[in-house]
């Protein structure tokens, strides 16, 4: 397998993280004085007011090009795609003569099973090769928060079941030659992940097709990359699981001292659609701890960047700002700590919004793809453009209620 080109390596990689560095210094300087007039005068200016918002909207441009070079660099080459026994050079052939004229494989060489292509159930088109299907599930990894966040597994059936533990087996201590009684079993319960369709209509002249130097697995990838991705971070954030995966955001919440399986616990903000105006910093340290001691390793905060410019400017009690930026390539800004990532598809902060979440979200969330991606050429819906109606299967849901928190934006 080809590894994947390092940021380190790359220039464009290196300016991304001297600009975010040079705007976040500038952002504390305006910051710090804004919170001096504050102090002093009970406000601050509004002149100043208007710099900070300014200079906090370059921090949130320079961290939008970091993460947008970081996604870039991390994307593989097709080239560097492994290629399984069934996926020989004819196999290639056989699907570029479909992409580029429609000619069906099997009808004319017999190579349905060489070539690894098959047709559609319900599409009429076909399973596209490995190599391509393994293109755009790597550069959806790249372009979806959540799949990098999330466990991702690849299945066979349409519904994926899975037995979780939520009481354990009952165990006890006893004396040497006492009497052993029965205990408890393991409480079990069967979540279900069912996967549902997701799909985009690429369009290609045929002059596009035609051109032998374009590469059109690359071209397919990248098309359906965007609006693969799009579709996938609002369900896996909001989704009410039909005909979708369901977000984690659908789930009942209840305030986490009451929280039970099957519900997401949450922390009060303590003011009713924004933070409390004293000491904001301290409901974040709750949030933090509010997951067990084995979830936090592993945790991190998930919000928009809306949420996290309000958050930028807060500091601990020895006046060090909580929100830090990477100071290494391949980092991520933290927060107190630990990683944020953000989620355009969050919600804004507003009454009651659950605006941010923390926690171990490889182990809280789970997202299920079915295994093919199905191709169907159409020349005649959109002339003179070809369409390429392409879909996969994909579900999604919380597999650990125990691993995600969230915090609700309210007094209590």
Same mark, same amino acid.
């Given at each position: 397998?080809?590894?994947?080109?390092?940021?380190?390596?790359?220039?464009?990689?290196?300016?991304?993280?001297?600009?975010?560095?040079?705007?976040?210094?500038?952002?504390?300087? @305006?910051?710090?004085?804004?919170?001096?007039?504050?102090? #002093? #005068?009970?406000?601050?200016?509004?002149?100043?007011?208007? #710099?900070?918002?300014?200079?906090?909207?370059?921090?949130?441009?320079?961290q939008s090009r970091l993460d947008r070079v970081m996604s870039q660099n991390r994307r593989p080459l097709i080239g560097g795609e492994p290629i399984e026994p069934a996926a020989a050079p004819e196999a290639k052939a056989a699907w570029d003569g479909y992409l580029k004229t429609g000619h069906s494989p099997q009808l004319a060489h017999g190579l349905e099973t060489k070539a690894g292509l098959s047709s559609g159930a319900t599409s009429g088109g076909y399973v596209v090769p490995y190599e391509t299907e393994r293109a755009i599930e790597r550069r959806l990894m790249a372009a979806s928060p959540m799949r990098e966040i999330a466990t991702v597994r690849t299945v066979a059936a349409g519904v994926f079941r899975k037995?979780?533990?939520?009481? *354990?087996? @009952?165990? *006890?201590?006893?004396a040497e030659t006492a009497a052993r009684p029965e205990t408890d079993p393991a409480t079990l319960a069967?979540?279900?992940?069912?996967?549902?369709?997701?799909?985009?209509?690429?369009?290609?002249?045929?002059?596009?097709l035609d051109d032998a130097m374009v590469d059109l697995?690359?071209?397919?990838?990248?098309?359906?990359?965007?609006?693969?991705? @799009?579709?996938e971070t609002q369900a896996f954030v909001n989704g009410d699981g039909t005909n979708k995966p369901r977000g984690f955001l659908s789930y009942a919440t209840v305030a986490d001292a009451g929280q039970t399986w099957g519900q997401i616990g949450y922390v009060a903000s303590g003011a009713a659609g924004g933070f409390a105006t004293t000491s904001p910093a301290d409901k974040l340290i709750d949030l933090i701890y509010a997951p067990k001691a084995q979830y936090r390793p592993n945790g991190r905060f998930v919000m928009n960047r809306k949420t996290v410019s309000s958050v930028r400017k807060f500091k601990d009690a020895d006046g060090n700002y909580i929100w830090q930026p990477a100071t290494r390539l391949g980092e991520t800004a933290s927060l107190l700590g630990y990683p944020v990532t953000e989620i355009e598809t969050m919600p804004d902060v507003a009454a009651n919004s659950l605006s941010i979440a923390f926690g171990d979200f490889q182990r809280g969330y789970l997202i299920v793809d079915r295994? *093919?991606?199905?191709?169907?050429?159409?020349?005649?819906?959109?002339?003179?453009?070809?369409?390429?109606?392409?879909?996969?299967?994909? *579900?999604?849901?919380?597999?650990?209620?125990?691993?995600?928190?969230?915090?609700?934006?309210?007094?209590?």
């Amino acid at each position: 397998m080809k590894e994947t080109k390092q940021a380190s390596a790359s220039p464009e990689a290196r300016a991304a993280m001297h600009e975010m560095m040079a705007a976040f210094e500038a952002f504390k300087g @305006a910051n710090d004085a804004r919170l001096g007039e504050i102090e #002093k #005068k009970a406000c601050a200016d509004t002149l100043l007011e208007e #710099k900070v918002a300014r200079i906090d909207q370059a921090v949130a441009a320079a961290q939008s090009r970091l993460d947008r070079v970081m996604s870039q660099n991390r994307r593989p080459l097709i080239g560097g795609e492994p290629i399984e026994p069934a996926a020989a050079p004819e196999a290639k052939a056989a699907w570029d003569g479909y992409l580029k004229t429609g000619h069906s494989p099997q009808l004319a060489h017999g190579l349905e099973t060489k070539a690894g292509l098959s047709s559609g159930a319900t599409s009429g088109g076909y399973v596209v090769p490995y190599e391509t299907e393994r293109a755009i599930e790597r550069r959806l990894m790249a372009a979806s928060p959540m799949r990098e966040i999330a466990t991702v597994r690849t299945v066979a059936a349409g519904v994926f079941r899975k037995p979780v533990s939520t009481a *354990g087996v @009952a165990s *006890g201590w006893v004396a040497e030659t006492a009497a052993r009684p029965e205990t408890d079993p393991a409480t079990l319960a069967l979540l279900e992940f069912p996967s549902a369709d997701l799909y985009a209509n690429p369009a290609a002249t045929q002059a596009l097709l035609d051109d032998a130097m374009v590469d059109l697995d690359e071209w397919l990838a990248a098309e359906v990359e965007d609006a693969f991705a @799009a579709q996938e971070t609002q369900a896996f954030v909001n989704g009410d699981g039909t005909n979708k995966p369901r977000g984690f955001l659908s789930y009942a919440t209840v305030a986490d001292a009451g929280q039970t399986w099957g519900q997401i616990g949450y922390v009060a903000s303590g003011a009713a659609g924004g933070f409390a105006t004293t000491s904001p910093a301290d409901k974040l340290i709750d949030l933090i701890y509010a997951p067990k001691a084995q979830y936090r390793p592993n945790g991190r905060f998930v919000m928009n960047r809306k949420t996290v410019s309000s958050v930028r400017k807060f500091k601990d009690a020895d006046g060090n700002y909580i929100w830090q930026p990477a100071t290494r390539l391949g980092e991520t800004a933290s927060l107190l700590g630990y990683p944020v990532t953000e989620i355009e598809t969050m919600p804004d902060v507003a009454a009651n919004s659950l605006s941010i979440a923390f926690g171990d979200f490889q182990r809280g969330y789970l997202i299920v793809d079915r295994a *093919g991606v199905r191709v169907l050429r159409d020349p005649y819906s959109a002339k003179p453009y070809v369409l390429f109606y392409t879909t996969k299967r994909v *579900g999604g849901g919380v597999q650990n209620f125990d691993a995600i928190k969230v915090m609700k934006f309210a007094a209590a």
